[in-house]
């Protein structure tokens, strides 16, 4: 009975963790490890969740983790974002939340072009801004979802093993 516990709340916090890898109110990777150790520990650590593979898992979910936050800013600083691109992206990126996935990136892109037009007045350098948001967002989302499809990888073949 534990098992099929452990089975079923590790595979719905390993579906959060892919679903939290493209939205920002979930951490992805953070809930997909959770599930991972979660089933490890029902399944007393036997191969392929072993505490070797838990111990790379958790690092890896602590350095994607961190490199989300960075990975947007430096693609920003790449095309020459200033501060105020930065904090247009934000909550461009916050506001497009709302919508989806989509709109999540699609408002971080509205909000450092706007932002850094309204600062600095030229077209090509807003929209250059704009880009290298963009591009960081989409490096740190595919970083997340990568991260968490690994681990769902892990837990799948856990299942079937």
């Known amino acids: 009975m534990l ?9 719905i916090l390993i579906l959060l963790g892919l679903l939290g890898s493209v939205l920002p109110v979930l ?17 007393n650590f ?12 958790l ?4 350095a994607v983790t961190v490199a989300d936050y960075f990975i947007p800013l430096v ?13 247009g992206s934000v909550a461009g990126m916050i506001i497009g939340a709302f919508f989806s996935p989509l709109g999540l990136l699609l408002g971080a892109l509205i909000g450092a072009v706007l932002a850094e037009w309204m600062v600095s007045r030229k077209e ?7 880009w290298g948001v963009l591009i960081g967002s989409i490096w740190g989302m595919l ?3 990568g991260s968490s499809g690994i681990m769902a990888y892990y837990f799948t073949m856990a299942v079937l093993t």
């Open 3 to 11: 098992y099929y516990i452990g089975l079923m709340m590790g595979a």
């Open 27 to 43: 951490p992805g990777p953070a809930l997909s490890f959770v599930g991972l150790f979660l089933f490890a520990l029902v399944r």
């Open 46 to 57: 036997s191969p392929p969740l072993t505490p070797t593979l838990m111990i790379i898992m």
């Open 59 to 62: 690092i890896v979910s602590i």
């Open 75 to 87: 693609g920003a600083k790449k095309y020459g974002t200033s501060k105020w691109g930065i904090y």
């Open 124 to 130: 090509e350098q807003a929209l250059k801004a704009g």
């Open 143 to 145: 970083l997340k979802l």
